[in-house]
């Protein structure tokens, strides 16, 4: 059985604030990918990484950055230099090598305060 | 260029009325998936087409739900004789499968459901 968790559920910081959302995650299998979607107000769920359970590096795409640590069974999203654009609900999500279904975490709502 | 679409976005019916909803998945794409999320929580898997073959359904999909994807393009998802516990929001997402492997999954814009 898989399971993501996502502790915080929701947080709020001041713009320009940095970051950073967690989540765990649980499965038996050793191939498998993680992700991280953003749910805007409009409701549709935007990709934004994927990771593959071989890869440990860490990522960064402009304000973006990713941290997955296989020891901890994290992939944790931190986000510098926050902008109100940034406010949405976050899922980090698991997908099994062989399994064509996601499992997500139930979300962190981020809130930007200007 | 097109992402996933999916009609209507807003749909209000009485208990006991059916209702269906489309899916115009990506269009090279040739997976198609079936959520639904409530309120506070995380999408939940229900099935997923290769092509027009309906592959997995989850426990969440009674027999009152049926899904679709006759030319393998876009699918359909049917509630018949609704229930208050079907409000939620419908989210379809399609995938690129190659070499067996499909991995990103992208996302239409969802249909929420009210159920009176």
């Known amino acids: 059985a898989q399971k993501v968790t996502q502790a915080q559920t929701e947080i709020s910081v001041v713009e320009k604030e940095d970051v950073t959302l967690d989540c765990v995650y649980e499965?038996?299998?050793?191939?498998?990918?993680l992700f991280w979607y953003k749910q805007p107000p409009s409701g549709e769920l935007v990709f934004l990484i994927r990771r593959n359970s071989f890869d440990e590096q860490n990522e960064i795409s402009g304000r973006y950055s990713w941290n997955f640590q296989k020891s901890t069974s994290s992939f944790n999203f931190t986000i510098t230099a926050s902008q109100v654009v940034d406010s949405a609900v976050y899922f980090c999500a698991l997908l099994n090598f062989g399994n064509e279904k996601l499992t997500f975490g139930t979300g962190t709502r981020l809130t930007i305060i200007p | 260029d097109t992402g996933v679409s999916q009609d209507p976005r807003h749909k209000i019916t009485k208990r006991g009325q059916n209702v269906t909803f489309r899916c115009d998945p990506i269009s090279e794409h040739n997976r198609l998936y079936w959520y639904r999320q409530t309120l506070g929580q995380g999408p939940e898997f229900l099935t997923y087409f290769q092509n027009e073959a309906q592959l997995e359904k989850s426990r969440l999909l009674s027999d009152r739900f049926s899904a679709e994807r006759p030319k393998g393009s876009f699918s359909t998802l049917e509630i018949q004789r609704t229930e208050q516990g079907d409000s939620a929001m419908y989210l379809c997402?399609?995938?690129?499968?190659?070499?067996?492997?499909?991995?990103?999954?992208?996302f239409g814009p969802g249909t929420r459901l009210t159920v009176l």
């Open positions: 499965t038996r299998d050793t191939t498998y990918y």
């Open positions: 997402a399609s995938s690129l499968a190659s070499s067996g492997r499909a991995i990103e999954q992208f």
